[in-house]
C-alpha cells in the first residue's frame, strides 16, 4: 500500500528551501563590499537584482509545466541546489557581465524553478487552508533576509565578500537539497480526505472550481484583472522596498542607522502579513481580503504624505509591509480559486508576470521622482495612490463579476 502523505512536513519542507532561496533578498548586504572589492558603482551592481527579478515569469512557468505534472521534488530540488550554487560563484565574478549572467540570470532561474514547485505543489494539499499555507511558504521567502543578513555581515567581516558568497551559497545548496528530500506531489485535484495523515481530513469544498490551463485562462476576462490587481497591489511594496532607508533619511529626519531599523521593521512586516492576510482570505475570501489591504495601502499613503512624523513613518512602514505580504499570500489562492489547482503551477506562472512587471517599474519610477525632487518621495507617493486607487476599483469589478457568476451557477 502507498504510504500516505502527511501535507505539513510538505509545507515544512517548502519552506525550508524558499528559506534558502530567499537570501536573494540580502544583495544590497554584499552590494556595497562587492563596489570596493571590484571598483565597480553600486547601481551596476544592483542591476544584477533587478534582473534577477525581471526572468522570474520564465522559469515560474517552464517550472510550473513540469511542477503540474508530478516532478515538483525534482523541480524544487533542482532550483534550490542551482540557485545555491550560483550565489556561491557570484563572489568569483569578476566583471559586471558575469554578476549578471551568474546572479541575474542563472540565479533569477534557479530561484523560481525552486519557488513554483514549492508553493504550486503545497497549496494543492490544502484546499481548506489556501490563504494560510501559501502564506506561510511565501513568509518563509520573504523572512530569510531576517536571518540571513546579520550572517552575511559577519562572514563578509570575517572572511571578505567573495568568501561570504561562496560559503553561504554552498551551506544553503545542501541544506535546500536535505529539504527536498521530503517532498511529495500533490494530485491535481483537492486532496482527498485518505490522502492526509496524522491528522483530521479537510472538509470538502462547497463548491468545485472548474480546472482551466493557460490558453483558456488567457480567454478569461478574469485573468486580465489579476494580472493588473497583482502588478498594482505589489507596487508601493516594491516602492517602499527598495527605498525604506532613504525616505526615512529625507522625509522624516532619521539616521542612517535609525533607517536601518526600519528597513528590518519593513521586512518583519511583510514575512509576518504573508501568514496573517493569508490566514485572513481563509475565513473571509480572498477577494474581500484584497479590497481590504488596498484599501489599507491607501490609508498609510495618505498617512505618509500628510503627516510628518517618525510616528506616522512607524505606522505607514509597518501597514505597507503587512499589505505587501498580504498581495504576495494572497494571490496565488485567488488564483487557484478561480482556475483550479491542476495547472496552478503554469497559471501563476503567467499571472506572476504582474509582479515582475511592478518589480521592474515600481523602484525606477520611485527614484526618477526622488531625485527630479530634491530626495523628496512625495510626488511617488501620490503615484502609489493614484495605482492603488485603479487596483482597488479593479478589484471591486473583480468581486462584482464573482457575485454574479455565483447566483448565476445557483440559479441553474
Not at 54 to 61: D, L, Q
Amino acid at each position: 500500500m502507498k504510504k500516505e502523505t502527511n501535507r505539513w512536513v510538505v509545507l515544512i519542507s517548502s519552506m525550508g528551501i524558499l528559506l534558502c532561496t530567499g537570501i536573494v533578498y540580502t544583495f544590497s548586504v554584499f552590494a556595497g563590499p562587492l563596489a570596493e572589492l571590484r571598483g565597480w558603482a553600486v547601481p551596476d551592481i544592483m542591476m544584477a537584482f533587478a534582473i534577477n527579478s525581471a526572468v522570474g515569469p520564465i522559469p515560474m512557468i517552464f517550472g510550473g509545466y513540469f511542477t503540474d505534472r508530478g516532478w515538483a521534488k525534482w523541480i524544487a530540488r533542482i532550483g534550490v541546489v542551482l540557485f545555491g550554487i550560483s550565489f556561491a560563484f557570484t563572489g568569483q565574478a569578476t566583471s559586471i557581465f558575469q554578476l549578471y549572467l551568474i546572479y541575474g540570470i542563472f540565479g533569477g532561474f534557479a530561484q523560481n524553478f525552486a519557488y513554483s514547485a514549492c508553493l504550486s505543489n503545497t497549496i494543492r494539499f490544502f484546499p481548506d487552508k489556501k490563504g494560510l499555507a501559501s502564506g506561510l511558504i511565501t513568509g518563509g521567502m520573504g523572512g530569510a533576509a531576517i536571518i540571513a543578513a546579520p550572517i552575511a555581515n559577519t562572514l563578509i567581516e570575517r572572511y571578505g565578500v567573495s568568501q561570504a558568497f561562496w560559503r553561504m551559497g554552498l551551506a544553503y545548496a545542501l541544506i535546500g537539497f536535505f529539504f527536498s528530500l521530503f517532498i511529495r506531489s500533490a494530485p491535481k485535484q483537492a486532496v482527498p480526505q485518505t490522502a492526509v495523515a496524522s491528522e483530521k481530513a479537510p472538509a470538502p469544498a462547497k463548491t468545485i472550481t472548474a480546472n482551466k490551463n493557460w490558453k483558456e485562462m488567457l480567454a478569461s476576462h478574469a485573468f486580465y484583472l489579476l494580472i493588473l490587481m497583482f502588478a498594482m497591489g505589489a507596487f508601493s511594496g516594491l516602492m517602499i522596498a527598495s527605498n525604506a532607508s532613504l525616505i526615512g533619511q529625507s522625509m522624516f529626519g532619521l539616521s542612517a542607522s535609525a533607517a536601518a531599523a526600519y528597513v528590518s521593521l519593513y521586512s518583519l512586516s511583510n514575512t509576518s502579513g504573508r501568514v496573517f492576510w493569508g490566514a485572513i482570505s481563509d475565513r473571509i475570501g480572498q477577494i474581500r481580503a484584497v479590497i481590504i489591504i488596498y484599501s489599507a495601502i491607501i490609508f498609510a499613503f495618505i498617512l505618509l504624505v500628510s503627516v510628518n512624523q517618525v510616528w506616522a513613518f512607524a505606522i505607514g512602514i509597518v501597514t505597507l509591509g503587512l499589505c505587501f505580504g498580504g498581495v504576495m499570500g494572497v494571490f496565488p489562492g485567488l488564483v487557484m480559486d478561480k482556475f483550479g489547482p491542476a495547472n496552478q503551477g503554469v497559471n501563476y506562472g503567467i499571472v506572476f508576470i504582474g509582479f515582475s512587471s511592478a518589480a521592474f517599474v515600481a523602484p525606477k519610477v520611485t527614484a526618477s521622482l526622488a531625485a527630479a525632487n530634491d530626495g523628496d518621495f512625495t510626488k511617488a507617493f501620490y503615484v502609489a495612490i493614484a495605482v492603488v486607487l485603479l487596483g482597488l476599483g479593479l478589484s471591486l469589478v473583480y468581486a462584482k463579476r464573482k457575485t454574479v457568476a455565483k447566483l448565476a451557477a445557483e440559479t441553474v
